[in-house]
């Protein structure tokens, strides 16, 4: 999969999402919603691996320059997510799952496409 060079990284991001979901169904995750926006903020997908609720943040970037993926979910967005992750369970009525917070990260490159690297239990 070749991506032009005029790419928006919002644009890319948008792919990876896409990617990332194709990439957890094919390990087995159950898809529960996409882009829950709470606190002005965001959660990009939120899953089941098995009974496990899952809430999955994904970071794509092409290349290194800015750092790698993963280094961009920093303490502060690690908050600001399980605090949307806390509204979604309470709005839903989850108090009892069991929950955990992953990272997907993506780094594309032009000859292989999307490479991933999943974060389980991340923070």
Avoid: W
Wanted: glycine fraction near 8%; include cysteine.
């Amino acid at each position: 999969m070749s991506l032009p060079n005029n790419i928006t990284p919002y644009e890319l991001g948008k792919l990876g999402e896409k990617f990332a979901i194709d990439y957890l169904k094919r390990s087995g995750y159950k898809i529960a919603q996409k882009g829950f926006r709470l606190f002005r903020g965001d959660i990009d997908i939120i899953a089941y691996d098995r009974k496990v609720l899952v809430f999955i943040e994904v970071k794509t970037r092409r290349g290194n320059r800015f750092g790698l993926p993963e280094e961009s979910v920093h303490p502060s967005k690690q908050k600001k997510i399980r605090k949307i992750a806390q509204g979604f369970i309470s709005l839903n009525k989850l108090e009892e799952e069991e929950c955990r917070f992953d990272i997907l990260a993506l780094d594309y490159n032009e000859n292989k496409g999307f490479k991933v690297t999943h974060f389980k239990d991340a923070f």
